[in-house]
């Protein structure tokens, strides 16, 4: 018997920890227009949190100092 109750408490507090997290998702969400200018403001700003910037794999080195693998020196 206590078994099933403690299932049945568990699943209780499962239930009202996704609700609330639910609730505070809608939160923030209305906080987010509320806090835009414009609409215009509003979708840049969820649009930037939604697609972050391409990773850059690899740069163009600005001197020997930025790349360690650039020997110093001539190496012919």
Known sequence: MITAFTLLA???IAFL???IYD???TI???TDKLMAR????YVVGVRAR????PDITSRKPMSWY????ILDG???
């Open 74 to 76: 001539d190496s012919s």
């Open 66 to 69: 930025d790349d360690p693998n």
């Open 28 to 30: 923030r969400q209305l």
């Open 38 to 41: 414009s609409f215009k403001d």
């Open 17 to 19: 920890c996704w609700r």
């Open 50 to 53: 939604e697609d972050p910037p």
């Open 23 to 25: 609730q505070d998702k």
């Open 10 to 12: 568990m699943l209780v």
